[in-house]
């Protein structure tokens, strides 16, 4: 345990709680913590921290969870989950202003109010569990049969922890009550949404064992920290959300685990609103066919297939002993349908009957872009304009991503064959089941489920578990340097003098020779926009993260030829020539490798290169 989780359990406040029955935006604390330093006056940090803080006063967000990055200031602001998007708003404008009035030069900080928690930071603090600085409150009452309200109540809160950890990426809430002989006990538990469902369900454990003799005896009582909260009192506090209106009879699939919340709920039924009934796509895939298959994926195959209005669609199946499970599964569909952007693939529907999972896209009819890429012979189709088309394209999908979308978000398996090519050779980025709600900028967030492809994941991300819109970053770099070369990331050269592909671009560069790395095919094209893409390649495999520019930068990078680019530093070599970096760890289904020092742990898919994931514990 580190130090700072020890700090406040000698300090709980004894505090009466004031049961409410309407939401209110009541302070209760803050810690101005001076480990992390402290920044002056009319620095950079503080113009960062002031532009974070605003945008999150001034942001009303659906689902109640502020997460964004300004530099190096990074911030979370999560509301409890019954509050209106209004007084969401209002509380964490409160708290902004409080936090820069409490603990003014501090680098980092937390406040606690009734109805809100924000935080900020100049360290990793998205996708990871911290309980330090926890603020405990208990009501002044003792109960009276005290092993049977603690049954009762204990009970209670872990059936909420359960619900809560699946209530998914977009809100991780849970309410309820249950009778001790005739008192009822109502409860709270929340985490915050960028937990992985373990996370969250363990961080509620743990500061329900820390203070566990504090709220013993007590008829109220609450637990706050920075990653997850709970409550529990014998009158109601919280406001009751709107039950969800019934399924259509034409859609009568019982809503995923997902909707446990009104917002999250009005969010599954948007998408069910889309599926497909399995019979209409089975006809229009001749049963899935073997002549309509495009394609294998990880998580299964893909099939062309028509429907009875004459629309072409292409069927991604889900293998039932995939990788991708029923999270993976809801985390596409609620992504992917809210994503519209013509660097995109377009989501139309989905069937989920049985055991079948089907997501339904829009057909692009010249497959994926590592079928021209990677092919001595088609390979000579992509001459340079195309090229570079595909490159910006995928470019601005990505940047519409990370900074343009409704749900920001990191792809984390961005890869030529997850890189469809329409009619007229625009890129489309596809397969959003490994997709994380985040909004990172320069910063990074922890997990210890490492998913993507092995050739094309950052090393921080592959070897730590830590991952940001620069995982991203680095994987376009890859994909840039495969576009101009193209030759898989895995090797470059002769069976002889093999090295892989982003070894080989950074000694080129060094030593001069960066055309060698220009696929011969290519008969013209401007040499300089060539040798600029290669230098914005080696850019985004920089080995430290915050060297990586982001999505916007590289867009302008692209787009404006008198910009001087930076000189770029060594890349990440986290791969030596003697492992091919295409694929998995460690072959088989049901292989692992495990970081112990970092608990990172991954489990590979044998079908394709990509890592899905485990939970280690």
């Known amino acids: 345990m580190r130090y700072l989780e020890l700090t406040f359990f000698l300090s709980c406040l004894l505090i009466q709680l004031v049961p409410l029955t309407v939401a209110q935006s009541v302070f209760l604390t803050q810690f101005c913590i001076s480990e992390r330093g402290n920044y002056t006056n009319n620095s950079t940090y503080q113009a960062d921290l002031n532009s974070l803080l605003t945008s999150f006063s001034n942001t009303q967000v659906e689902y109640g969870f502020y997460n964004s990055s300004v530099g190096e200031v990074n911030g979370i602001g999560l509301c409890r989950g019954d509050l209106t998007p209004d007084t969401c708003r209002s509380c964490i404008s409160n ?3 409080d936090l820069r009035r409490l603990c003014p030069n501090y680098k980092e900080a937390v406040v606690y109010y009734d109805g809100c928690t924000l935080r900020y930071s100049n360290r990793s603090i998205f996708g990871t569990v911290d309980t330090s600085y926890s603020l405990a409150l208990a009501n002044t009452q003792n109960v009276s049969d005290i092993d049977l309200f603690t049954q009762k109540r204990d009970d209670l809160l872990l059936d909420l922890r359960g619900k809560a950890a699946s209530g998914g990426l977009l809100k991780k809430y849970a309410t309820g009550e249950t009778l001790a002989d005739f008192i009822t006990i109502y409860a709270l538990v929340q985490c915050t949404p960028d937990l992985e469902d373990q996370e969250c369900s363990d961080c509620v454990a743990d500061l329900s064992k820390s203070y566990s003799d504090f709220l013993k005896y007590k008829q109220g009582g609450r637990v706050m920290a920075p990653s997850c909260n709970f409550r529990f009192e014998t009158a109601r506090f919280y406001d009751t959300l709107p039950d969800a209106p019934p399924p259509s009879p034409a859609n009568s699939s019982p809503p995923p685990n997902d909707a ?51 629309q072409d669609i292409a069927v991604k199946r889900l293998s039932k002993g995939s990788g991708q499970g029923e999270l993976e599964f809801k985390n596409e569909v609620l992504l992917v349908a809210k994503l519209q952007h013509r660097n995109l693939a377009r989501l139309l529907g989905f069937c989920l009957e049985g055991t079948e999972r089907l997501l339904i896209y829009e057909f692009v009819p010249n497959a994926s872009l590592d079928h021209f890429l990677f092919d001595p012979i088609k390979c000579s189709q992509l001459y340079w304009e195309r090229r570079y088309k595909i490159i910006v394209g995928i470019a601005r999908g990505l940047l519409y991503l990370h900074e343009d979308s409704r749900l920001r978000i990191i792809h984390r398996d961005l890869k030529a064959s997850n890189i469809l090519l329409d009619e007229e050779m625009n890129p489309k980025i596809s397969d959003f089941g490994m ?11 922890d997990t210890k489920r490492i998913v993507g492809t092995y050739g094309y994941m950052a090393p921080e991300y592959a070897m730590r578990g830590n991952f940001s819109v620069k995982s991203d970053v680095y994987s376009f770099g890859v994909l840039i340097l495969e576009i101009v070369s193209s030759q898989k990331n895995a090797s470059f050269g002769n069976e002889e003098n093999m090295e892989g592909l982003i070894s080989f671009a950074w000694r080129s560069w060094r030593e001069g020779s960066a055309s060698n790395l220009i696929d011969p095919s290519m008969k013209s094209g401007s040499r300089s926009e060539i040798m600029r893409c290669i230098h914005i390649g080696l850019l985004c495999v920089q080995e430290n993260v915050a060297d990586r520019p982001t999505m916007g930068s590289i867009v302008l990078m692209l787009s404006s030829y008198s910009l001087t680019l930076p000189l770029p530093s060594q890349p990440g070599f986290f791969m030596h020539s003697s492992t091919n970096p295409e694929t998995p760890l460690l072959q088989g289904s049901n292989s692992g490798v495990t970081n112990s020092s970092n608990n990172v742990s991954a489990r590979v898919s044998i079908n394709e290169t990509s890592i899905t994931e485990l939970r280690p514990r």
């Open 95 to 97: 708290s902004s202003q």
């Open 435 to 445: 997709a994380r709600l985040f909004s990172l900028d320069q910063t990074q967030g």
């Open 260 to 310: 446990t919340a009104g917002d999250a709920e009005e969010e599954i039924l948007e998408v069910e609103s889309l599926q497909f009934n399995l019979g209409s796509i089975r006809n229009a895939t001749d049963n899935f066919s073997d002549s309509n298959k495009l394609g294998q994926g990880g998580f299964g195959a893909v099939y062309k297939g028509t429907l009875s209005n004459g």
